[in-house]
């Protein structure tokens, strides 16, 4: 038995449960007399809904069919080797429910190694090899191509990513070092550091072939056959494929440099899979191809054994699995269907709200609002961002006139609303302007349809509780941009009831949304963790710390923006409504900052000016600053904000406002666009100690986010 053959073996042990793929060898003839072709096709044996992935006994499986093909290339019965995968999918990596399970550095490497292993026997077949990405393809499933000699990409495919950073990984089998020795460092450092620390941006089939990635590009339509038809004009020499040169002087250097300005602008340090990444990528400028796996190996294993990884996952399974399965949602067959969608406000978040419902829903949607120039502006809003959506050819015109002619607005709400089955409000933050607007809506709208409202922080009960029918008032609490965050906070009143509640569930997922059911508790979920967050950094810089250190005190957790941009984000009024509407329901854990108010008096946006385009606190701001003399170092600074918050989701568990810490976490990935490195916030907790010195004891069992003991 062969080294890799062992190392999968023992892999293979540990992973009994892995969905394992096959890899078929068969032969075929290619066009032209160009010779006899040996075409290897992963499968899994499961449909498209269930990609394909490279579990050590998969690893295993493709090591077999190379041991097959490496024996007709020598004896010369075929002149190449093809890789495809089955229909819509070509692989899409490591299977990280494996991943999950290893507890030593040995057992981590041991994967790296077996996967390197077996794919760099693609480039040393006395025959050249193909990659022929049908499908999507990610991590190793991208990887695994790298290694061959020449790549075909479907114009079709919708996703293509080395997405390993944005897990808390590096691309181990290869793509660390091989990407940037075809394409070039800097589009390298696009694809494994700027793409994944955007939210795991994908690349559509023509950008990978605009990359350089693939040396061609065909319709889905047609793909394999076109794709066979130019294998065989490589080989006979018809087509030869000419690649851009590498730049391996000061291009290099500045494109790592540019990875670093990424990785500090996302992660701020405090995660350390991209740069981890960024050292392979600078020392493979000298192209020694098998001193970069061998610097993979480490990476892979040194971060397989670290918290930030196995956070990555447990934020991924949560985003995958739980986002799309949300606990404690009523029976799907309880929810009634949605016709018509009733919007009252015509403002920025209403226009907003009716152009995602009329995208993803492709109903009618009427607006409402006090007067007709506020109708207008808001129908105006929906229908301009239709015509940019046309414009960047997102949607083609015939669906672009349907949208416009569905999407109008009335003043009569009677004329708007008798026949809609969902209702939703957006309207001022206020009680009696809300539970007005619902009194009004009820009267006019059919008796089982849904009165949505979109509050971010106010009872749901109270809000229904002067109506005839409040069990069809549930809250529906979008997050700002509406088009980018897919977090809804679906809230239960203490009277809503199941055909509701599960028309809303029902709802949000045509909408393409992540459903959390919420108990109808104060500020819900995000906005309360993120008000104690934000106050317990005001209330230090209020006691006395500089506003400097106190922003920089929570850069190690590599948040998405400091607490005063995100302010300035929210808007300072808001953020002092929202303190306060917390402070009257938890008046000994919530303050309303003296400062802040002074701020919103003002008439601030926030506290910095960026003339020097870099945020700077505003001389105006400064001086209406009246603060006391306790000077906190970062550390003390930090140990106060992250006790504050995990007093508070102790305290949010132990009222049940949602089912389990997941919840949390999901919320605050999805809502707050807080990192999957820290697996949203509470195994971060747990790993820092913070926990169980606030709560006396740790959010998730040992082994959920991290290393099993």
């Not at 949607?365 to 809003?381: A, F, N, P």
């Not at 029902?506 to 967050?533: E, M, Q, S, Y």
């Not at 500089?546 to 005190?553: G, K, L, M, Y």
């Not at 600053?625 to 170092?633: A, E, K, N, P, S």
Request: aromatic letters at 6%; proline letters at 5%.
């Amino acid at each position: 038995m062969s080294k890799t053959a062992e190392l999968l073996k023992g892999a293979a042990q540990l992973f009994p449960d892995e969905v394992v793929t096959s890899a078929h060898v068969r032969h075929l003839d290619l066009p032209a007399g160009a010779g006899r072709f040996a075409l290897i096709t992963l499968d899994n044996g499961l449909d498209h809904t269930k990609p394909t992935t490279f579990g050590p006994q998969s690893l295993a499986n493709l090591d077999a069919a190379l041991d097959q093909v490496e024996r007709e290339a020598a004896e010369g019965s075929i002149v190449g080797v093809g890789l495809t995968g089955k229909p819509f999918i070509f692989a899409v990596g490591a299977d990280l429910k494996g991943v999950e399970l290893l507890r030593t550095h040995e057992q981590a490497l041991a994967i790296g190694q077996g996967g390197h292993e077996v794919f760099k026997r693609l480039s040393s077949l006395a025959v050249p090899t193909f990659a022929y990405y049908n499908g999507a393809a990610m991590g190793g499933g991208v990887e695994v191509g790298l290694h061959c000699s020449y790549r075909t990409v479907s114009r079709a495919v919708p996703a293509f990513s080395l997405p390993e950073v944005f897990l808390g990984l590096v691309p181990g089998w290869g793509g660390c070092a091989l990407l940037p020795n075809l394409i070039g460092a800097d589009r390298a450092v696009t694809v494994i550091i700027e793409n994944s620390l955007n939210q795991n941006r994908q690349l559509k089939g023509g950008q990978v072939f605009d990359l350089g990635i693939a040396d061609a590009i065909f319709d889905g339509a047609d793909f394999l056959e076109r794709s066979l038809v130019w294998t065989a004009s490589v080989l006979t020499g018809e087509t030869v494929v000419e690649r851009a040169g590498i730049d391996r002087g000061e291009a290099w250097d500045a494109a790592v440099a540019r990875g670093r300005f990424i990785a500090d602008g996302k992660v701020h340090g405090a995660a350390p899979a991209a740069y981890r990444a960024l050292e392979i990528i600078a020392a493979a400028k000298d192209g020694d191809l098998q001193a970069g796996f061998d610097a993979e190996d480490r990476a892979l294993a040194d971060l397989i054994m670290g918290g930030e990884l196995r956070a990555g996952i447990y934020a991924f399974n949560l985003v995958q699995k739980r986002g799309k399965r949300p606990a404690g949602a009523p029976d799907r067959n309880l929810a009634r269907p949605v016709t018509k969608v009733g919007v009252v406000g015509a403002g920025l978040m209403a226009s907003q709200l009716a152009l995602l419902f009329v995208r993803r829903l492709e109903v009618p949607v009427v607006l409402t609002d006090i007067d007709q120039e506020r109708i207008d502006k808001g129908v105006g809003y929906v229908h301009s961002e239709i015509d940019r959506l046309l414009g960047k050819g997102r949607i083609n015109q015939d669906k672009a006139n349907r949208f416009k002619a569905l999407v109008t607005g009335v003043l009569d709400k009677a004329e708007g609303f008798s026949d809609a089955d969902f209702v939703i409000e957006a309207v001022f933050e206020e009680m009696g302007v809300k539970q007005k607007v619902f009194a009004e809506v009820e009267a006019v709208a059919p008796a089982h349809a849904i009165l949505a409202t979109n509050t971010s922080s106010l009872s749901v009960s109270e809000m229904a509780s002067k109506l005839r029918h409040p069990e069809r008032v549930v809250g529906f609490h979008f997050f700002n941009p509406v088009a980018v965050l897919p977090l809804l906070e679906i809230v239960r009143g203490e009277l809503t009831d199941d055909a509701s509640l599960a028309t809303a569930f029902g709802v949000a997922k045509k909408l393409k949304k992540t459903a959390v059911l919420v108990k109808d508790a104060p500020a819900f979920v995000v906005n309360r963790i993120l008000t104690r967050f934000m106050g317990e950094v005001q209330n230090v810089i209020d006691e006395g710390t500089p506003v400097e250190v106190a922003e920089r005190a929570v850069e190690p957790l590599g948040l998405p923006m400091s607490p005063l941009v995100l302010l300035e984000l929210v808007g300072p009024a808001i953020g002092l409504h929202v303190s306060e509407t917390l402070n009257r329901a938890f008046p000994d854990r919530f303050t309303v900052s003296e400062n802040l108010a002074a701020v919103v008096r003002a008439g601030k946006r926030g506290f910095y000016v960026y003339d020097s385009g870099r945020p700077e606190l505003d001389p105006e701001v400064a001086a209406l600053l009246r603060q006391g003399d306790t000077v906190l170092t970062e550390e003390e600074t930090r140990a106060r904000v992250l006790g504050a918050v995990a007093e508070e989701i102790g305290l949010m568990l132990d009222e049940g406002v949602v089912a389990e810490a997941q919840d949390i976490d999901l919320c605050l990935i999805t809502g707050a666009g807080w990192p999957f490195h820290l697996g949203g916030v509470t195994p971060y907790l747990d790993r820092e100690g913070v926990s169980e010195r606030v709560n006396g004891k740790r959010f998730l069992a040992p082994g959920v986010a991290s290393v099993p003991a």
